[in-house]
């Protein structure tokens, strides 16, 4: 089939490149194209595994890096000798908590728009990326460019560069820029457009609701830019843009609100047509709700291909999904030119990073000390006094000595149970004497210098809504509608969402830190003993549209 579309952006392939695409797509028989337009989830290191990526032979494999990185680089060398193509191993590269386990910690997206420095942003996309290849990494899904619109959104805040059009833009393009630099192809994400609905699409289809003129002048613009900058590979997303699909089917109904990853009109018309994006389309991950809710399994995975989408993400069973593939093909719902177009995509995915003629392994320390000390500078930078109305910082031992802590400890979505919370035992490391509130404390003046209410959520994956659930806090119906502000001096600190002013504006003193990182606890620590400066920039609006809030 024709392959000049590959000499353009934004995969660039020269002769030698081409010819590689070429030779390859041939010797791959109709089983192995159909397993190259999956990637698959991979979890664990075991030899089944390993077996079951040699039977399939995926197109790549999201790797959820979670032992040494010895372990991690023999397993990644095992599976990528088992595969007839050199795959592609992807990650979400979105700092905090997705960082590499044992690479440096660095701040999530909406941490570093608060740093909102182009400098920070760029050192800190070099050492993900550096540290990510050195694992073996050549795709990463990222930078998300969704807008932080909607602030009771559990699933766009802190994974995101906040809700200014300008800043979103400077910030992930540079993300793009360093990434590929590197040899990891960048990916924009939540195609259509995340932000404007405060649900989340692992749980629900979500509506990008804006007119086609507001879309083009926030996601379009976003998105234009991006596919102008060569970002490789776009994430189709379980997002519905009704706007659009009624400009052209005016009386659509329901197929308004059909999600992007298996919208003909979204992926083909929009993204290719109109926005003349020439690289690789990912749906988003396929076991989500957003997904599975519109139709069954069955149609979905054929759909998604059909109406533009070049691979598939994840699976809970591959192998029936590819007997999905195989069965429209038979049947002729799925056609082979339109097979081989997403397989052509896919190898000129892996040809634009150079994967058709390997050269030597980086060999990179991981955290090493300069790349720990340089992101720790920043991070200082990060944590947001948003008011401080009582004059309460910074803190002293002298007037703050007793503290009573309200906390939820760190809530991650794939830790069976919350992490323990760093920033109290460095409170007590100050000379502080810290209590953890219980349902039977007695609260007063004469037991308490000082009350902090410290919340550790960051906005990622399935949390539905974040906000501050007062009966569970404090242990009680009669407790949950207790304020001590006015007798006791209190503070509110938020190691990840940002938009707890709104369930509590009159607490009189509210700090912001984004990521639940022990680097970022320590930060926050420093600016509130005083030896650090506080952040002033706030990435988003943290009051929420509520002007009580900010007084």
């Not at 990526?53 to 010895?70: D, K, N, V, Y």
């Not at 192998?319 to 097979?339: F, H, N, P, T």
């Amino acid at each position: 089939m024709p392959l000049a579309h590959l000499r353009e952006k934004p995969f660039n392939l020269d002769t030698a490149a081409l010819a590689w695409v070429a030779a390859t797509l041939a010797t791959l028989s109709e089983e192995e194209r159909i397993g190259q337009i999956f990637t698959l989830l991979s979890r664990s290191s075991s030899p089944d595994e390993l077996a079951q990526l040699a039977a399939l032979q995926p197109g790549g494999i999201t790797r959820h890096f979670a032992s040494t990185p010895e372990a991690e680089k023999d397993f990644i060398t095992a599976y990528r000798n088992s595969a007839k193509v050199p795959p592609l191993i992807s990650a979400d590269l979105e700092g905090s908590r997705m960082s590499l386990p044992f690479g440096t910690q660095v701040l999530n997206p909406l941490g570093l728009a608060a740093v909102n420095d182009p400098a920070a942003t760029m050192e800190i996309s070099r050492i993900m990326a550096e540290e990510a290849v050195a694992a073996g990494v050549n795709w990463s899904f990222t930078p998300v460019i969704d807008i932080n619109h909607a602030w009771r959104s559990a699933i766009v805040g802190t994974r995101g560069f906040g809700s200014n059009i300008d800043a979103i833009e400077a910030q992930a393009m540079i993300q793009i820029e360093v990434f590929q630099k590197y040899g990891i192809a960048a990916t924009v994400k939540h195609w259509p457009g995340e932000g404007y609905d405060d649900r989340d699409q692992h749980l629900v289809t979500t509506v990008n609701p804006l007119s086609m003129p507001e879309w083009e002048n926030t996601y379009g613009r976003l998105y234009r830019r991006a596919i102008n900058d060569g970002v490789l590979s776009v994430m189709s997303a379980h997002i519905a843009l009704p706007s659009y699909i009624k400009s052209k089917m005016p009386h659509a109904k329901i197929e308004a609100f059909r999600p992007a990853s298996l919208s003909h009109h979204l992926n083909v018309d929009l993204l290719r047509g109109e926005l003349g994006f020439n690289g690789l389309i990912v749906s988003d991950a396929t076991p989500m709700g957003g997904f599975g809710a519109w139709c069954t399994r069955a149609q979905a995975i054929v759909e998604c291909l059909v109406n533009g989408c070049d691979m598939i993400l994840f699976s809970d069973n591959p192998v029936q999904d590819m007997a999905y593939v195989r069965e429209a093909l038979a049947s002729g719902i799925l056609s082979r030119q339109r097979l081989n177009e997403a397989v052509t995509r896919v190898l000129g995915l892996k040809a634009a990073l150079g994967l058709h003629s390997p050269k030597a392994r980086v060999s990179t320390a991981f955290a090493t000390p300069a790349n720990v000390a340089s992101a720790q500078k920043i991070t200082q930078r990060a944590p947001t006094l948003v008011k401080d109305t009582q004059k309460l910082l910074p803190l002293s031992l002298t007037r703050h000595r007793r503290i009573l802590m309200f906390i939820t400890d760190v809530i991650e979505p794939f830790a069976p149970q919350p992490i323990k919370l760093a920033l109290t035992q460095m409170l007590r490391d100050e000379g502080f004497e810290v209590t953890l509130h219980r349902p039977e404390t007695e609260i007063s003046p004469e037991h308490f210098d000082l009350i902090l209410y410290v919340f550790a959520e960051e906005t990622l994956l399935t949390r539905s809504h974040i906000f501050i659930d007062w009966m569970k806090l404090t242990g009680g119906f009669q407790k949950a509608m207790k304020r001590y502000w006015h007798d006791i001096p209190s503070a509110m600190i938020s190691f990840g969402y940002p938009y707890y002013l709104y369930d509590a504006p009159r607490i009189p003193t509210y700090i912001n830190a984004y990521s639940t990182l022990d680097c970022v606890q320590a930060a926050t620590l420093e600016c509130l003993m005083g030896r650090a400066p506080w952040n002033s920039h706030s990435p988003v609006d943290p009051f929420c549209g509520q002007e009580d809030a900010k007084y």
